[in-house]
């Protein structure tokens, strides 16, 4: 729990370090560009101390925007998956609780799963992320309330539906989140997988959930779709191969603690 937290935590900072960089980044370069103005203004008057003071400034604004970029691009290049068999149904069963804190008490949180729904090769991490962020897209489409399912079923799929889908034919997981919400224009479901394509208000949407969900869904061999009807609500899919290896016993919290014990020692 306290990793999606983080997880969680990390989305909202990747999308304010978006929306924010080209501000905070002129910012930078004003300070620069300012400061070593100023030393260039002192170098008649041979005022050392000043110039060493001025062209600190400026060296310190620059490693910051350094700073800046670097996390951009670490943001830009793709994740590299760590994929395991991982029990989805359950995956998505064990995040009611983060998802109904996050969306708040207007918007009831349900999971629909099927029996026995197969087992997928994934990044759980990832899954987890890709999930929570459909799940503030479902919360923001419902200002007034409404309901919110996520849903797990096996599905068989077609050479013909398949091709339509980027896909190949064979079975996969689908993985839906459905809103009660305000639903989408046929242009808005068109563009909603555009990195940077947004309809919110500035500086409360990036743009980027929806186009990292669908760049992990085609990472992970699966495909992300989109289903809405203006007024009524959205259903955003996730289809993830079908895994054929049984499901490990998942660490348990405990677990994961002696682990962090055990290399303790090491440091
Ligand atoms: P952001 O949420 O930052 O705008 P996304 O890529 O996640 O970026 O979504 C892009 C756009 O798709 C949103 O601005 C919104 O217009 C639309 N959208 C996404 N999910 C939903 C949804 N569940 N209901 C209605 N519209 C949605």
């Known amino acids: 729990k306290e990793e999606e937290l983080r997880h969680a935590q990390k ?27 100023m030393a260039h203004a002192r170098l008649s008057e041979q005022r050392v101390d000043e110039i060493e003071r001025y062209l600190a ?15 951009l691009m670490a943001f830009a290049r793709k994740q590299a998956l760590a994929p395991k068999p991982t029990d989805v149904a359950r995956l998505c069963a064990g995040m009611v609780e983060l998802v109904q804190r996050t969306v708040g008490p207007h918007i009831e949180v349900k999971t629909v799963a099927n029996e026995d729904t197969w087992p997928s090769l994934v990044d759980q991490n990832q899954l987890e992320n890709a999930l929570l962020n459909l799940c503030i897209n479902a919360r923001d489409a419902m200002p007034a309330g409404g309901s919110l399912t996520i849903g797990v079923a096996n599905c068989s799929i077609s ?51 929806l186009s990292m969900v669908y760049g992990f869904a085609q990472q992970s061999g699966g495909a992300a779709e989109i289903t809405s009807e203006l007024g009524k609500g959205t259903v955003v899919s996730l ?27 090491e440091k």
Do not use: C, W
């Not at 370090?17 to 103005?37: C, I, P, Q, R, Y």
């Not at 993830?240 to 290399?263: Q, T």
């Open 11 to 37: 989305m909202e900072a990747v999308g304010q370090l978006t929306g924010g960089l080209a501000h905070d980044f002129n910012n930078l370069l004003a300070a620069v560009s300012g400061s070593v103005e």
């Open 159 to 209: 050479r013909g539906k398949a091709k339509t889908m980027g896909l190949g034919a064979g079975d996969y997981l689908r993985i839906s989140v459905s809103d009660t919400g305000s639903g989408m224009s046929a242009e808005q479901i068109d563009r909603a997988f555009e990195p940077f394509f947004t309809t919110k208000p500035m500086g409360e949407g990036t743009g980027l959930g």
């Open 239 to 265: 289809y993830l191969p079908r895994g054929f290896d049984a499901v490990e016993a998942e660490p348990g919290a405990d677990e994961v603690g002696d682990g962090e014990r055990a290399a303790a020692p």
């Open 57 to 71: 400034m400026a060296s310190n604004a620059t490693s910051r925007a350094a700073n800046l970029t670097q996390r």
